[in-house]
């Protein structure tokens, strides 16, 4: 298991024994990062209050425990463009701190 | 009905309940909201009512309920509903659930769908949650857009496959041809998959493995590689300076797989693995990911040395690095490599020595597994000090398998006997109750045998209880010893150090503080009580003391203690004339390993060119009953020559040939004298400490000899060789009677030179019946480690014709298959 800490968030991640541990350690890294961009500085109550986006997120990242895309800019982009398919009326992404 | 709330709001109301029972409260009541608008069919709100119940999931609470609508919301044309239901369908669904398979036509249309965002959706939940009925059902949708020219889909489509191969293995066929172009691809993600995709059909079918080594896959991924590395800073996939370390580290993988016992291969990717190896920067934890991954592919193909050298040279500076990840992963992966690369790796010694001290416990232990593996005669006396220094100061969850590590490395290199016996002395004190319990034994056959050291040792031992007396191993080895050399202790004769003046009654003390101590096991006063019994024939003046001692403990609460005190009574009252002979010194013990210092020292002080070793006829032996139950406490020797009843076999030759080294030392089923190291050991602790070979596999075809053929008794061996170990040769004989009368008593007894060695088991009877119809059989193992040519003095006692034979004869027409 791998379980890297940013400020008071622990992520983990279960990885088989052949895996590379510390190619691990820079994939969450990456999904981090990729929760940073589009959140814009994110911190834990972004994350709570928006937990389906970062389901979202990590679907386009990673599927069935590979990466995806390794291009930041390829999966913001792509989650970008899913939302705005996303029908009026409907929650959009969350600036900041909760509504 | 009003609307139902938000999802948010959801969020923060349950995030202000104080306690427990309030959050529940709040969770059901919101639930029975939500089932009610379920039933009402509501598609407005559905999305909403699933994305709530999505949150409540996760904080632990049933949401089956959902699932169905998680379905419903699939099936609807929205992409938002969409993009909640397969979410859905991916938490709250798995194969286990009858319901999924009505995912398979909503999912089969979206694959289709105009959108790709919405097939993007599709793949996505195949690809994580797909069961294998849905996979097959599928597959032929997912092959179609492995090789659609979009990108974006490509990439989802590769790694949709990757899950349908893992599901159904029996569709990798079907995605091959798609495979052709993809590596042609400029675009990462598609790069990426399709490495996976490829690495996952490698791994599981040697057919493809071959298939792609031919189709030179090896040189298009080192072109790949090459351009990674060697093409400027690309901002897209860059971190920290490298270009896209994660499609690094898969190609890297891939080439593993691809080199894996394939010379060409391995060849062909020599240098792209060296510039690798060499170039990346290491000041991150990136570049470290991808020298971690070049390691592991250099050390699993067949590179040329260098390579390796270059491999494990990284990972000692490794080993250096200040990030504890690093250090643990080199360590792990020194553990895999110092089997096959033994001395590049001892080069790193001293660094992974220092990794004893480290903070951090999974690197201290494998940094101590590690080590043991290192010791060697050269650097024995040095890692010893590391490690009983290490011993001292580490956790209590290592010591036990600390102390057993030094006890094995210790025996197999130790460049002195006094030495060795210092070591022992300083595990004992240090961690001695730690040390494991079948380690006792062990030790005590060691000092045994060392004879020049008895003196030292028990001196030694002696004071080191003196002071404290409660860690249990080391009691009982002391014990043992003060039973066994106590005079030796209170003549004050020692060599090797300073002398101390010790008198039978101090001695006597101490051995009673343990009698009676609270914190000795029962095992521990056993052993106590038996060297006080043991002294009273070395012991001068202090005998009724020990009368005393032994026959308070007849009425012991400790049945096992009550027993021995009773017998030891007994022999003080009935059996003193047997006392001295039963209590005499303990004759050296023989090992039977096939590794180590095997020594076997002659106590009888007469050196010959043979050592003798039989095994007393099954029958016939039984002493007196008490007696018996003594001598399994003075552990399993049967002194048969000293019991006037039973007749003996094997009387001492002057000056003979044979010499009766070991009596009738019991060697086999006794728990002291063949102790068999089976301490549970880290797997790679155990090389070459087997004290049964193994025989299942079997050398076939040694030609069998007749050994001995004279007046009607003929003897036949038959060989086998161990595929295990090679310098163990089982010998079965076979004897068989031609004359007309039985023989009856036989007894088969063997020597050979002094540089094998011989275990002989126990005969299937001792009788040989007439006319050849039956035979005794009995098993002899030889080791010969020096693979010198077999030769064997055999000597055969029986009765036959009412007079007793006996003859000897030696055995020189050993086939040369038997011991080369």
């Known amino acids: 298991v791998v379980s890297p800490r940013y400020a008071s968030l622990y992520f983990c991640c279960a990885i088989e024994g052949q895996d590379n541990e510390l190619i691990t350690l820079e994939l969450i890294h990456r999904y981090v990062e990729l929760l940073d961009k589009y959140f814009g500085s994110v911190c834990e109550l972004d994350i709570i209050f928006n937990f389906e986006k970062a389901y979202f997120i990590l679907d386009e990242f990673v599927m069935g425990g590979e990466i995806q895309d390794t291009s930041k800019k390829s999966v913001l982009k792509a989650i970008e463009q899913a939302d705005l398919l996303q029908e009026v009326g409907t929650p959009q992404k969350i600036q900041g701190g909760p509504s | ?820």
């Open chain 2, 1 to 820: 009905m009003p609307a139902p709330i938000r999802l948010r709001e959801l969020i923060r109301t349950i995030r202000t309940a104080r306690t427990q029972a309030e959050e529940r409260e709040m969770i059901q009541k919101e639930c029975a909201a939500i089932r009610s608008s379920f039933r009402e069919e509501d598609n407005t709100y559905r999305c909403r009512n699933v994305a709530k119940l999505l949150y409540m999931h996760m904080l632990g609470y049933p949401a089956h309920f959902g699932q169905l609508e998680c379905l419903k919301l699939i099936a609807s044309q929205k992409f938002t509903d969409k993009r909640i239901g397969y979410l859905g369908a991916m938490l709250l669904l798995d194969e286990r659930q009858d319901v999924h398979l009505l995912m398979t036509n909503c999912i089969k249309n979206d694959l289709n769908h105009s959108t790709q965002y919405v097939q993007g959706l599709a793949l996505c939940t195949l690809g994580c949650m797909g069961s294998s009925e849905m996979c097959r059902d599928l597959a032929g949708e997912v092959e179609k857009l492995l090789k659609t020219s979009n990108s974006y889909l490509r990439k989802k489509a590769a790694l949709c496959a990757v899950h349908v191969i893992r599901k159904v293995p029996e569709l990798m066929e079907m995605f091959l041809p798609a495979t052709k172009n993809l590596l042609n691809e400029k675009n990462h993600g598609v790069l990426h998959t399709s490495v996976v995709l490829l690495t996952e059909m490698c791994e599981r079918s040697p057919d493809m493995l071959a298939h792609f080594r031919k189709v030179s896959l090896v040189p298009q991924l080192v072109r790949i590689l090459k351009n990674l590395i060697m093409s400027g800073y690309s901002p897209e996939h860059d971190v920290s300076g490298i270009s896209d370390p994660f499609l690094q580290v898969r190609i890297l993988r891939l080439l593993r797989i691809l080199g894996r016992n394939d010379d060409d291969s391995s060849e062909a990717m020599n240098d792209i693995l060296a510039q690798v190896a060499t170039n990346t920067e290491t000041s991150k934890n990136v570049g470290n990911a991808i020298l971690y991954e070049t390691v592991l592919t250099i050390m699993d193909i067949k590179s040329e040395s260098g390579l390796r050298v270059l491999a494990i040279n990284i990972l000692g500076r490794f080993l250096l690095n200040n990030d504890k990840n690093i250090r643990y992963v080199a360590l792990t992966s020194l553990l895999k490599t110092v089997q096959t690369d033994h001395n590049a790796v001892q080069r790193h010694r001293s660094t992974i020595v220092d990794c004893l001290k480290d903070l951090d416990v999974s690197i201290k232990r494998r940094a101590m597994e590690l080590s043991f593996a290192l010791v060697n005669g050269n650097n024995v006396r040095g890692m010893m000090k590391e490690l009983l220094y290490f011993l001292d100061s580490c956790e209590p969850e290592f010591k036990a398998d600390c102390a057993s590590g030094i006890f094995l490395a210790a025996e197999k290199y130790a460049p002195s006997k006094r030495w060795h016996i210092d070591t022992i002395m300083r595990v004992l004190t240090t961690a001695g109750s730690y040390v494991r319990d079948d380690a006792v034994p062990n030790l005590i056959q060691l000092i045994t045998n060392s004879v020049e050291m008895h003196a030292y040792t028990v001196q030694r031992l002696y004071k080191a209880i003196l002071g404290d007396y409660s860690q249990q191993p080391l009691v009982q080895v002391a014990s043992w010893c003060i039973g066994e050399y106590g005079d030796l202790l209170v003549s004050g004769q020692c060599e090797e150090e300073e002398p101390i003046q010790v008198t039978e009654d101090e001695v006597l003390d101490i051995l009673e503080s343990v009698l009676i101590s609270n914190m000795s096991a029962s095992v521990t006063r056993g052993y106590a009580l038996t060297a006080i019994m043991k002294l009273s024939t070395r012991f001068t003046c202090t005998v009724n003391r020990i009368k005393k001692v032994v026959s308070i403990y007849g009425s012991s609460i400790d049945v096992e203690l009550q027993q021995r005190a009773v017998e030891y009574n007994a022999l003080f009252k009935k059996y003193d004339h047997m006392r001295p002979a039963l209590l005499e010194r303990m004759p050296v013990m023989e090992k039977v390993t096939t590794n180590g210092p095997a020594e076997i020292v002659q106590t009888n002080g007469e050196t010959e060119t043979a050592v003798l070793e039989t095994k007393p006829p099954p029958s016939g032996l039984q002493p007196a009953n008490q007696a018996n139950d003594l001598l399994d406490l003075l552990g399993g020797t049967d002194i048969t020559p000293v019991i006037p009843t039973a007749p003996t076999s094997k009387p001492a030759f002057a000056g003979g040939e044979l010499l009766d080294l070991l009596g009738d030392l019991n060697l086999t089923g006794s728990p002291v004298s063949a102790p068999a190291p089976q301490i549970a050991q880290p797997p790679f602790l155990l090389d070459g400490l087997t004290t049964q070979p193994l025989f299942n596999d079997i050398a076939a075809g040694i030609p069998s000899i007749t050994a001995y053929n004279k007046n009607g008794l003929k003897i036949d061996f038959t060989f086998e060789r161990s595929n295990t170990n090679p310098s163990v040769t089982v010998i079965t004989i076979q004897a068989s009677n031609s004359t007309e009368l039985d023989m009856t008593d036989f007894v088969f007894q063997a020597a050979v030179p002094k540089t094998f060695q011989l275990q002989l088991l126990s005969p299937s009877s001792s009788v040989i019946p007439a006319f050849n119809s039956g035979t005794i059989t009995q098993v002899i193992k030889v080791l010969n480690p020096q693979k010198q040519q077999l030769r064997m003095r055999i000597k055969l006692t029986y009765n036959h014709k009412g007079s007793a034979m006996q003859d000897l004869a030696e055995v020189n027409n050993f086939p040369p298959q038997s011991w080369q």
